[in-house]
């Protein structure tokens, strides 16, 4: 079985910046790929981006594309995800989830078979 807990979340302002963390624990090669995904209050779960941890591959949504940044520290069992200039429409709860690989199908929920708790992030205008 394999672990994942996100922190980092708060209230900022609209144009700030705010860093996530996911730390991967137990059997970690079941989420050699790791997602970030938000919930928006009355809404489905939205794909934020992906990062295969082994080969590096990056995915992101169009909307947070020059925005946020994923990256991973393998020596730490650690992805990140750097949001800068925040909007209020980014305001969400933000879960990590991990699968074994990047699919084809990586910006469905239903692909990742682990997630953690979930952070909110609140950006006020």
């Known amino acids: 079985q394999v672990q994942l807990g996100e922190s980092g979340g708060g209230l900022v302002q609209a144009g700030d910046s705010l860093k996530l963390s996911c730390v991967v624990s137990g059997r970690t090669f079941m989420a050699n790929a790791v997602a970030w995904f938000r919930q928006r209050t009355g809404h489905q779960y939205e794909f934020v981006a992906t990062?295969?941890?082994?080969?590096?591959?990056?995915l992101y949504a169009d909307n947070v594309k020059g925005r946020f940044t994923i990256s991973s520290d393998n020596a730490e069992n650690t992805v990140y995800l750097q949001m800068n200039s925040l909007k209020p429409e980014d305001t969400a709860a933000y879960f990590c989830?991990?699968?074994?690989?990047?699919?084809?199908?990586?910006?469905?929920?239903?692909?990742?078979?682990?997630w953690g708790q979930g952070t909110q992030v609140t950006v006020s205008s």
């Open positions: 989830a991990g699968a074994p690989a990047i699919t084809s199908n990586y910006e469905r929920p239903s692909d990742f078979g682990s």
């Open positions: 990062i295969g941890r082994r080969g590096g591959t990056v």
